[in-house]
């Protein structure tokens, strides 16, 4: 028996391949999925199952192509509704994959239809779990996704996450190892272990949400408890998940047109597409193209697409460091994002070289946010997530946290610098295209983020630990 994580930092997603006796199943397989044919292929084995935990709302699954491509069977949990060939598979049931077992065990409550995946050896003794969104390291899946008006509430959802914990879950043997669908940084729970993979015994330890002597109302309050809205795409990747979507190949093959400055400039004018540069915040700042958005590759760059972007079917442009046009086309399709119609070719420097109009964003480093707050106190801006501007800020900021930067277009003064920061200088960047491409230019980047202005002593509040917020 082979066990293999296949996670994804970008993402925070873990994928998931067993092999036995020449069988292999996948869980939660990323959208593009010659890796996975591949990996089978070396083991002289083939790809019998292709188990879905969820309909999953963070990424889109390969399900579809790779049952497509190696005639295995997808399987999803009680009371999931593709519209897809699919088998439905009943609570408890058994699966044979070579010389192990695996068992579907239904698990509603971040979804109705989530299902975690029982794995038994060839012993038969229970040896991992696959808990998908059920249950994450620190954390367990959000249950507000899931619910519908006037149907089944937040609330409804943590109380049936409660009893699949405490009736499928926590009864397993503390060797059972758990292999969660996620880690830190998924916007599918809140507060996830960096860990990605653990022992059920050590979660019952320190999982809040595992505690024993936990009563179901306890439970839910702490478990909605500090939920941020889910980002816009969410729903847009539950449909493309549930029913179907275009092989990614054609979409590669789309998005990987390389375009002239002219051609491309046109193609901006008359299709309404986002120019997305995906360079390094550095780059971005020394010259871009006008009103262009930059979410880097090098950061979480699925992710806030997806949040800051939101709409799936929005029309794409790339200016990509060259080489990586492939790459960024790819990273896009994970998150749903499909209409990529090509890329700068020869990247922003064939741009500038052509002699076309480019702007850039201005930046000092830590010491010169210093000096101009003892001389001129500007108005600072902290676009960081708001438990960690609570956690420590400077004196005076104001939060606008990036996630919902456009919410707070109307706190930034019209003729007067200003200076925005974040942890590092990745989404300070972000927020300052954004800012640029609404029409606001006069801001200040300041580089390095928190941590260097911090570094520099200009003053901050108090420390409080996060955990306590």
């Not at 959802?157 to 926590?170: P, V």
């Not at 729903?235 to 054609?250: A, C, S």
């Not at 019209?414 to 300052?432: E, P, Q, T, V």
């Amino acid at each position: 028996m082979k066990i293999e994580q296949i996670y994804t930092g970008c993402l925070a997603q873990g994928a998931y391949y067993i092999e036995s006796n020449g069988e292999v199943a996948i869980i939660d397989p990323l959208r593009e999925v010659q890796p996975y044919i591949k990996k089978a292929n070396s083991d002289n084995a083939k790809i019998k199952y292709i188990f879905e935990t969820h309909f999953h709302a963070d990424f889109v699954s390969g399900h579809v192509t790779l049952a497509k491509e190696t005639g295995a069977k997808i399987i999803y949990g009680p009371q999931a509704n593709p519209s897809f060939d699919a088998y439905i598979a009943k609570d408890n049931e058994s699966f044979t994959l070579g010389n192990v077992t695996i068992i579907a065990l239904h698990t509603p409550g971040h979804t109705m239809e989530s299902t975690t995946y029982l794995l038994k050896d060839e012993q038969g003794k229970d040896h991992a779990i696959f808990s998908g969104d059920t249950l994450f390291l620190g954390d367990v899946g959000r249950p507000d996704l899931a619910q519908k008006m006037g149907e089944i509430t937040e609330r409804d959802l943590a109380g049936f996450l409660y009893d699949s914990l405490r009736e499928k879950i926590m009864p397993l043997a503390d060797e059972v190892i758990v292999y969660p669908a996620h880690g830190a940084g998924s916007a599918c729970g809140k507060n996830m272990m960096k860990e990605t993979v653990d022992t059920l015994g050590n979660q019952k330890k320190m999982n809040y949400a595992l505690r024993a002597d936990m009563t179901k109302e306890e439970f839910i309050d702490e478990v909605i408890d500090g939920l941020l809205p889910p980002p816009q795409y969410f729903p847009l990747n539950v449909k493309m998940n549930k029913e179907g979507y275009e092989d990614v190949k054609k979409v590669l093959e789309r998005g990987t047109r390389a375009l002239s400055p002219a051609a491309f400039e046109a193609a901006a004018n008359e299709t309404g597409a986002i120019v997305l540069d995906v360079r390094h915040q550095d780059d971005f700042a020394k010259g871009h193209v006008p009103r262009s958005i930059f979410i880097g590759l090098n950061g979480s760059f699925a992710p806030w697409v997806g949040a800051l972007i939101a709409d799936v079917e929005q029309p794409i442009l790339l200016v990509a460091p060259i080489g990586m046009e492939k790459e960024a086309v790819t990273r896009l399709s994970r998150v749903g994002f499909d209409g990529t119609l090509g890329y700068l070719d020869g990247g922003f420097d064939t741009w500038k070289n052509a002699s076309m109009e480019y702007d850039t964003v201005s930046q000092v480093n830590a010491d010169g946010l210093k000096k101009a707050i003892e001389t001129e106190k500007p108005p600072v801006f902290d676009v960081r997530k708001e438990s960690e501007f609570l956690s420590e800020h400077i004196i005076d900021a104001v939060n606008t946290p990036l996630d919902y930067i456009n919410d707070h277009l109307t706190k930034f003064p019209d003729n007067k610098l200003f200076y925005l920061h974040c942890a590092g200088g990745y989404r300070s960047m972000i927020a300052s295209s954004i800012l640029k491409s609404r029409g606001i230019h006069n801001l200040i980047d300041v580089k390095g983020g928190f941590a260097a202005i911090k570094e520099a002593g200009v003053p901050v509040t108090e420390f409080v630990c996060p955990t306590t917020l």
